[in-house]
Antibody
Framework: EVQLLESGGGLVQPGGSLRLSCAVSGLTFSSHGMSWVRQAPGKGLEWVSVISCCDGNTKYADSVKGRFTISRDNSKNMLYLQMSSLRVEDTAVYFCAKNFLGFAFYFDYWGQGTLVTVSS | EVVLTQSPGSLSLSPGEGATLSCRAS??????LAWYQQKPGQAPRLLIY???SRAPGIPARFSGSGSGTDFTLTISSLEPEDFAVYYC?????????FGQGTKVEIK
């Protein structure tokens, strides 16, 4: 069974930093691109970032470019999102998701999400 | 960025009825559009990809159609578990974008 489990969310002040983690099991992690998607409270979905399986290729939404860094450790089956210079508008549930068919084409397995709250 | 506009915003229907949800893109996304279902407190679930292909394990009552800028998700006969929010998503252009969602409610 494929499982994705996020952790690392919490309350942080504006301008602060946080690192999210996503532990993946039940699939060959090193074969798949992975993404982060977020959802502000009561709002829709927003794609945040993607990292390829193998060559470190990454892309970011403009809203987080220069502030967030996606990374992965294929030896540990772990995906990360380092978030810095956090803003109130970054408050959201952050989901990690496995890419389906290609580089952030679609997302077929999702974690349950971890809540990040940016507030003073 | 490609803006996906979903309509209607909400739909009130009874179990057994059919549902038709629309997603319109601000520019062509070819056939590269997906549909997701999300229930409260849960992660989204991939239903349809590439406009009309059902994801593994998705019941046949869900079907997708369209290309270019206009897409439709059809649920042929609503089951109680189908009442949820549905999102479309395009994968043609960066950044990947989602529609704002259509809520299918029980009448």
């Amino acid at each position: 069974e494929v499982q994705l489990l996020e952790s690392g969310g919490g309350l942080v002040q504006p301008g602060g930093s946080l690192r999210l983690s996503c532990a993946v099991s039940g699939l060959t992690f090193s074969s798949h691109g992975m993404s982060w998607v977020r959802q502000a409270p009561g709002k829709g979905l927003e794609w945040v970032s993607v990292i390829s399986c193998c060559d470190g290729n990454t892309k970011y939404a403009d809203s987080v470019k220069g502030r967030f860094t996606i990374s992965r450790d294929n030896s540990k089956n772990m995906l990360y999102l380092q978030m810095s210079s956090l803003r109130v508008e970054d408050t959201a549930v952050y989901f990690c998701a496995k890419n389906f068919l290609g580089f952030a084409f679609y997302f077929d397995y999702w974690g349950q999400g971890t809540l990040v709250t940016v507030s003073s | 960025e490609v803006v996906l506009t979903q309509s209607p915003g909400s739909l009130s229907l009874s179990p057994g009825e059919g549902a038709t949800l629309s997603c319109r893109a601000s520019q062509s996304v070819d056939s590269y559009l997906a549909w997701y279902q999300q229930k409260p407190g849960q992660a989204p679930r991939l239903l349809i990809y590439d406009g009309s292909s059902r994801a593994p394990g998705i019941p046949a009552r869900f079907s997708g159609s369209g290309s270019g800028t206009d897409f439709t998700l059809t649920i042929s006969s609503l089951e109680p578990e189908d009442f949820a929010v549905y999102y479309c998503q395009q994968r043609t252009h960066w950044p990947r974008t989602f529609g704002q969602g259509t809520k299918v409610e029980i009448k």
